[in-house]
């Protein structure tokens, strides 16, 4: 069982940048494709961005595709997300999930076995 913690959420202006942290316990993290995926009020949950297990490769969601970055330190056990020029159609929860069945990253959510509790990320206008 892998158990994942995010955080780093807030409430920040259009333009700000934050960055969010998850933090694995249990499992192999770094055998594991990571991903984020958010969830707006009212609307379906929406990947976000993907990595393989040791970093070399990533994607993104066409919204966040130059703005976001997503990484990883293995030796940490620890998922990013770096987002600048945020807009207010970001505002949203966001998940980190983890996959023990691909190490390639996967846009799917069915994919990601382990999630986390989320963490709110608000951006006002």
């Known amino acids: 069982q892998v158990y994942l913690v995010e955080s780093g959420g807030g409430l920040v202006q259009a333009g700000a940048s934050l960055k969010l942290s998850c933090t694995a316990s249990g499992g192999s993290f770094n055998t594991s494709a990571m991903a984020w995926f958010r969830q707006a009020p009212g609307k379906e949950r929406e990947f976000v961005a993907a990595?393989?297990?040791?970093?070399?490769?990533?994607v993104y969601a066409d919204s966040v595709k130059g703005r976001f970055t997503i990484s990883r330190d293995n030796a940490k056990n620890t998922l990013y997300l770096q987002m600048n020029s945020l807009k207010p159609e970001d505002t949203a929860i966001y998940y980190c999930?983890?996959?023990?069945?691909?190490?390639?990253?996967?846009?799917?959510?069915?994919?990601?076995?382990?999630w986390g509790q989320g963490t709110q990320v608000t951006v006002s206008s």
């Open positions: 990595i393989n297990y040791s970093g070399g490769s990533t």
């Open positions: 999930a983890g996959s023990g069945i691909v190490a390639t990253p996967v846009r799917q959510d069915k994919w990601y076995e382990y």
